[in-house]
């Protein structure tokens, strides 16, 4: 099991911007792909974007793409999602969560959840 730590989260004005990191604990971090994602009580989590092992490979969800960039540098086991002009329905609270190496898209194995940071985007 690995174990992630979020941080970064706050509040901000609707476009702004925020930058989230999720630190893994263990020496295996390049062997497993990343991911954060995102809830809003009440509703189902939901994927916000994944990244492969060697960051050559990125997914954002439709309604991030062009605004969200994520990253890892595996030198820190760290990864890393700059959110910009952010809009209120980005609130939610943020989780990242460890995957595939490579299949990104199989959304249903990530796991090793953090404990997630608050994201709050006022208008």
């Known amino acids: 099991q690995v174990q992630l730590v979020e941080s970064g989260g706050g509040l901000v004005q609707a476009g702004g911007s925020l930058s989230l990191s999720c630190a893994a604990s263990?020496?295996?971090?390049?062997?497993?792909?990343m991911g954060w994602f995102r809830q809003v009580p009440g509703k189902e989590r939901e994927v916000v974007s994944t990244?492969?092992?060697?960051?050559?490979?990125?997914y954002y969800a439709d309604s991030v793409k062009g605004r969200f960039t994520i990253s890892r540098d595996n030198t820190k086991n760290t990864v890393y999602l700059q959110m910009n002009s952010l809009k209120p329905e980005d609130t939610a609270v943020y989780y990242c969560?460890?995957?595939?190496?490579?299949?990104?898209?199989?959304?249903?194995?990530?796991?090793?959840w953090g404990q997630g940071t608050q994201v709050t985007v006022s208008s």
């Open positions: 969560a460890r995957g595939p190496m490579d299949f990104i898209w199989q959304f249903d194995e990530y796991k090793d």
């Open positions: 263990g020496r295996t971090f390049t062997r497993y792909g």
């Open positions: 990244i492969n092992w060697s960051g050559t490979s990125r």
